[in-house]
């Protein structure tokens, strides 16, 4: 067996000890940058290449160190070399080799697209001269002073922002609008790029070089990147690791500065943009590059602490196999062999990432498919979530398939058809007639007690709980402004009734008269609206029942705002239930359906309840107010002025208890479960998806 030639630029660079203790290198392949880490079988037999023959190399290894090696593995060598293209190809054979090997790898057309449409890379600086020239500028930001520093100013802006943390929410919530967004994308654009130099710098502090920097694109989406492939020269692993965390140490500088900024700097532009700076680098980094999820900085980090190259693909390949072997009893051999420990930790890790992926990738396709016009943004958003979701799903099954002789003779492989009938069934199987709807229980009649015009408090006549008849005075208020604004309109009207009396003896007065009793009706009509207010000022009870204010707390002087809710009259009368459920419920219900409504408190009893009617019109106004999820309640809803609107549309239920309610006849929120035809599991999600396809179909 002859040997290949290996091409001549190739170099080897000693790494650092495995987590096992052995020795690593890295071959270096300097045309395309790329580096591939070897073992010390593979270094041994590289090292001893000039021999060309199999045997010599095997005997000189045998002889000159504690190793014993077959020939199987010097055909593993020479299969990696060539399959990774690191031999010279002289010969008109290895030629056509090649020349076979550059068509396979040739992509249609549309492939290509497809491609790059998911991801590509444009360079846009060679920044290593300017790295070397500033790197004594920025040495002393990787100082174990400025790094204590940092520290410290970390922990006194994290106690100074929690001190002030009502005012750093409210700055928060104010920067959710088009100018926040716009500015939130600068500074992020400015992080991002203070991140790459973090990772830039580093490596050129530990002698690397750093070829280019430029911008990824993943399905569509901008991210700075720095090539800094040159680590792998590094014999040290915490050097490697140092240079994989700039980045995120970066950030977390910024972050830890600019929080301490914002917590000591008066309000301004100044205190404006360090704060920019603290929310973008905290979240930023959290969410996006300290994430092992994707090939970020998280990713890599553990690939190096773990000292598992290719993690991703590893880590899935275990996954898949424990996968099969669970639910087909597969004795297929294991993919690699790691501690119990570690290989329980990479499964877990594997459905992490898939899990995240599912969450990530769809979110972004629904990103994609509302950016782009019609037909372009399905496309789009179809295309990405195929490669990036459904396609490794269907590869799997596809090996499922391909092995469904093995499957199907295994015992294990009958006990997961079984629980799939199961579930299946269990959701497609209409066997569910409850339906859950949010309620109230509330007096049959009730009258709100509002104040029709801002004023003060004079004082609380009749106490909470007390019942009372119609017309009894409730409590008195006090409006000092409208009571002089009705002095000022008198004392006009005073003066326009003197001169229309003596428009008699006056040609000017008589001229006029017209007017002048035109301006008197309208005063007279203005101090009839001021007196109303006046006289609704003493607030009296509507109806006989019994007063509850609302707040208990109120006291003499006290200010009120005019059209607020002072408290209610409730009628002394049965109760009713009022519920509401969505468009797709209502066709499981009728009229007599019986249910039971579970209060929130947990404290009383659940009440027996009986449907007594359906709204024919969706609820278009929520009268429920506390029902609005504006309000802390389940239904999606809007506030336009003092009205809650249902952003869906629901259908309002009133039920008759059936059980006697013994408790204090007030507003008390709840769960219904109310007992219709019955619908199976998954039914509301296919009639939404469906729903959702016909609204989206057309173009």
Not at 176 to 199: D, M, P, Q, R
Not at 267 to 276: C, I, S, Y
Request: hydrophobic share 45%.
């Amino acid at each position: 067996m002859s040997l290949p030639a290996l091409r001549q630029e190739l170099a080897l660079y000693k790494g650092p000890r495995s987590l096992q203790g052995e020795p690593t290198w890295s071959l270096h392949d300097p045309v395309r940058n790329l580096y591939f880490r070897i073992d010390w079988p593979t270094f041994e037999i590289l090292c001893r290449w000039h021999l060309s023959d199999p045997q010599q190399i095997l005997q000189a290894i045998r002889d000159e160190t504690v190793l014993d090696l077959d020939e199987d593995y010097v055909k593993a060598v020479i299969e990696f070399l060539y399959k990774r293209e690191l031999t010279q190809r002289a010969s008109t054979r290895d030629s056509q080799a090649m020349s076979n090997e550059t068509n396979k790898r040739k992509q249609r057309w549309y492939v290509w697209l497809l491609h790059r449409y998911l991801f590509f890379r444009v360079p846009l600086w060679r920044p290593d001269p300017f790295l070397t020239d500033t790197l004594s500028w920025v040495r002393w930001l990787g100082s174990r002073g400025f790094a204590l520093a940092t520290l410290a100013a970390l922990m006194v802006g994290l106690v100074q922002t929690i001190r002030q943390w009502d005012t750093f929410t409210a700055t928060l919530v104010d920067m959710f609008s088009i100018n926040g967004l716009i500015a939130y994308a600068v500074t992020l654009v400015s992080v991002k790029v203070l991140h790459e130099l973090g990772h830039a710098y580093t490596a050129k502090r530990f002698g690397c070089r750093v070829p280019n920097m430029g911008v990824a694109f993943l399905v569509m989406f901008p991210m700075a990147y720095t090539d800094v492939n040159d680590v792998w020269q590094l014999k040290s692993r915490r050097q490697r690791l140092t240079v994989g965390a700039a980045g995120i140490m970066t950030e977390l500088s910024i972050a830890a500065w600019s929080t301490l900024l914002w917590a000591i700097l008066p309000d301004g532009a100044l205190r404006t943009g360090v704060f920019l700076l603290a929310t973008t680098t905290w979240i930023s980094t959290v969410a996006i590059n300290a994430s092992p999820f994707l090939r970020f900085d998280g990713y890599f980090l553990l690939m190096d602490a773990l000292e598992l190259p290719n993690l991703h693909k590893r880590a899935f390949d275990l996954a898949r196999w424990d996968l099969r072997k669970r639910l087909f009893g597969l004795g297929d051999a294991v993919p690699e062999y790691h501690s119990r420990k570690r290989s329980r930790f990479l499964k877990l890790f594997a459905w992490g990432t898939w899990i995240y992926r599912l969450v990530v990738f769809s979110g972004i396709a629904v990103l994609v498919y509302l950016m782009f016009p019609k037909p372009l943004g399905p496309l789009l958003a179809w295309v990405e979530l195929y490669w990036f979701i459904f396609k490794p799903i269907l590869g799997e099954l596809k090996i499922w398939y391909e092995r469904r002789s093995d499957i199907v003779r295994t015992r294990r492989s009958l006990l997961t058809l079984f629980v799939l009938l199961l579930f299946a069934g269990l959701v497609s199987i209409p066997w569910d007639s409850r339906i859950d709807a949010v309620a109230v229980l509330k007096p049959a009649e009730q009258y709100n007690l509002t104040l029709r015009s801002a004023a003060r408090l004079e004082s609380i006549v009749v106490e909470s709980g007390t019942r009372v008849e119609q017309g009894v005075l409730l409590a008195r208020f006090k409006n000092p402004d409208l009571e002089f604004e009705r002095r000022q309109l008198e004392t006009r009207l005073a003066g326009i009734e003197r001169l229309l009396q003596n428009r008699s003896v006056n040609d000017e007065l008589r001229e006029r008269s017209q007017v002048l009793t035109s301006d008197a009706a309208k005063l007279r009509s203005e101090i009839d609206g001021i007196n109303e207010k006046l006289v609704a000022l003493e607030v009296r009870a509507p109806a006989a029942g019994t007063v509850y204010w609302e707040d208990l707390d109120l006291n003499s002087g006290s200010w009120l705002e005019e059209r607020t809710t002072l408290g209610q009259i409730i009628v002394e009368d049965k109760p009713v239930v009022v519920a509401y459920v969505d468009q797709l419920n209502l066709s499981r219900i009728e009229l007599g359906a019986r249910g039971k409504l579970f209060f929130d408190s947990g404290v009383i009893a659940p009440l027996n309840v009986e449907l007594s009617s359906i709204a024919t019109d969706a609820t278009r106004v929520l009268n429920d107010t506390m029902l609005g999820s504006v309000n802390g309640g389940e239904i999606l809803a809007r506030s336009r002025g003092d009205q809650v609107i249902p952003e869906t549309a629901i259908y309002q239920l009133r039920l008759e208890p059936q059980d006697d309610y013994l408790g204090d006849l007030s507003i008390l929120q709840g769960h219904l479960t109310l007992y219709g035809e019955p619908q199976a599991w998954i039914t509301p999600y296919w009639r939404t998806a469906l729903a959702t396809y016909r609204r989206e179909a057309g173009f």
